[in-house]
């Protein structure tokens, strides 16, 4: 492989590149290099920073979604570099600092396999809220809601379109230019980036539909810890893939209209559930009966509409408070006017008795 793929100013490992410098991870710095120059070696290092954060999240979590994820990216790694480019053995372009084979583009089968398979965990995941849910609520009730629930790698076993298109576009802006870099910096051709990200799209695929249906035979094990906490099962099944128990109500499939298609997911909607880490038997007596996600969703809709419902019960008692208070006002004022009509009544009655008696006793007019 050596033999082939060493480019022609390559010597021995004293050679010095005529093109710019080698850096780590086989990224090349251009002898003079220019602003996208820069933008791209910033990317080249960007998918190693997403890979580092993936590792924390699985040693801080320890969960299975994590770990999967990282088992995931030791394989396409392990196998694009010493799989795919020991079949190939295609030369990198001219320009380039590295003396190893090009075809395929590790970068880019990373980069493309890590979007894909994030993008497929929270398509899953993403459920249409109730209307005003985004609207109603505050940036920093938002924010909180976002770091409660995994943030950009979420755990949440449902998330509002809004973190969806968060959880999107930031995984987009990291990963997606990083193929384009390469290009830029000379270290590989276009078709060696072209089947890279074709090779990673496939290899997420297929690992995606593995895992997909080892989840399916584990989730009534969701929730249980192995080896004294080290692995954690956090990582259940897409609810449209489990079936139906005989005394459990049916969430099913999402349609086109957002909804569940049972009558439990019409009636209740689809308000964004966190997904918190319990015991197995916890999990499924919590979900058993008529379903925990529809049970959680539905209560947590009503704890929203209850909030609202008091404080539009508060606004109401001030609106009676002053219609009360005018009401007394008012009433104040009829009963002075009926006191004045009183007096000016008993005053006109003394004094057509004063005429009379003053008439009948002196037979004069007073």
Known sequence: MATVCEPAWYVDSDSVCPFGEHLLFDITAPTNPNF?????ILYGYLLFAAILLVIIMMLWRRGSREYSLVLFLIAVTLISEYGWKR?????????????TCGMPSSHAVISVALWTILMFDVAYRAYQTEQGYSVSRSF????????RDGH???????????????????????????????????????QQVFMGGIIG???ATVWHFITLFARIKTDRYVGARVWKG???????APRCYIRKAADEAELGCRGTSGRGSSPVGDAIGDAPLPFSTTTSSDYHR?????????????ARRVSSGLSSAASELRAARVTIDWYSLSLRVKIGEIEARAEVGRVVSVRGSLKIRSHLFCHEIFSLPC
């Open 36 to 40: 996208f120059d820069g933008i791209s």
């Open 87 to 99: 079949i190939v053995e295609q030369p990198r372009p001219v320009g380039s600092c590295n003396t």
């Open 140 to 147: 920093l009730e938002k924010l909180r809601s976002f770091i």
């Open 152 to 190: 950009i790698l979420p755990t949440a076993s449902a998330i509002s379109e809004d973190q969806l298109v968060v959880v999107v576009s930031f995984w987009s802006l990291v990963l997606l230019p990083i193929p384009l870099s390469r290009v830029i910096l000379r270290d590989h051709t276009p």
């Open 201 to 203: 799209i496939v290899e």
């Open 230 to 236: 080290i692995f954690i099962h956090n990582w259940p």
């Open 286 to 298: 919590t979900r058993t009966f008529v379903g925990g996600d529809a049970l959680l969703s539905a």
